[in-house]
Nanobody, 125 residues
Framework: VQLQASGGGLVQAGGSLRLSCAAS????????MGWFRQAPGKEREFVAT????????YYANSVKGRFTTSRDNAKNTVYLQMNSLKPEDTAVYYC???????????????????WGQGTQVTVSS
């Protein structure tokens, strides 16, 4: 299983970025997907998750109303649209594929068994 994240970069506060994560090696539509981030010196934290069909999503309070996750099962790709970015959003962002049978979605890091390589997002003030 491979997850390839892309779309990170440097943006000014208030700007937008769209991350993509292309998956291969398993039946993409059978698994919930998630986004996590890790800032320097901090633990990896949950950002967003999306159900297998894309009908249900859930967000961390810190990004609710600013970030939107979606998926295209025909393209085996999940997205994270990030708007109104803040300097505190600066981190390496990871996409992940949940274990089979976790439920509609999950926020728990330990319930994801495959991870992308991460993409750096830097928001300048």
């Amino acid at each position: 299983v491979q997850l390839q994240a892309s779309g990170g970069g440097l943006v000014q506060a208030g700007g937008s970025l769209r991350l993509s994560c292309a998956a291969s090696g398993r039946t993409f539509s059978s698994y919930a997907m998630g986004w996590f981030r890790q800032a320097p010196g901090k633990e990896r934290e949950f950002v967003a998750t999306i159900s297998r069909t894309g009908a249900t999503t859930y967000y961390a309070n810190s990004v609710k109303g600013r970030f939107t996750t979606s998926r295209d099962n025909a393209k085996n790709t999940v997205y994270l649209q990030m708007n109104s970015l803040k300097p505190e959003d600066t981190a390496v962002y990871y996409c992940a594929s949940a274990r089979l049978g976790v439920g509609i979605y999950t926020t728990r890091l330990t319930e994801y068994d495959y991870w992308g390589q991460g993409t750096q997002v830097t928001v300048s003030s």
